[in-house]
């Protein structure tokens, strides 16, 4: 069985587009959706929405958060 050291080295000794597809699969692997976690913001995007269309909150205009280009 390979150590993570090898499995580095053996990555590192690949083409950089190689490196890339292998990085690319491993960072993938690691942004698994989480039903709970997408249920609790799907309520709270809800919650947000409907406090906007019943004048319980106001929008910022989005040149104040992020300036003008």
């Known amino acids: 069985m390979m150590n993570t050291q090898d499995i580095v080295r053996q990555a590192l000794a690949l083409d950089p587009s190689k490196r890339f597809e292998v990085v690319e699969e491993i960072l993938h ?28 909150a106001q929008g910022i205009p989005a040149e ?3 300036g003008t280009f």
């Open 29 to 56: 692997s690691l942004d698994q959706p989480d039903p709970a976690i997408d249920a609790v913001w799907l309520q709270e995007a809800e919650r947000r929405l409907a406090a906007y269309r019943n004048g319980q």
């Open 64 to 66: 104040d958060i992020f």
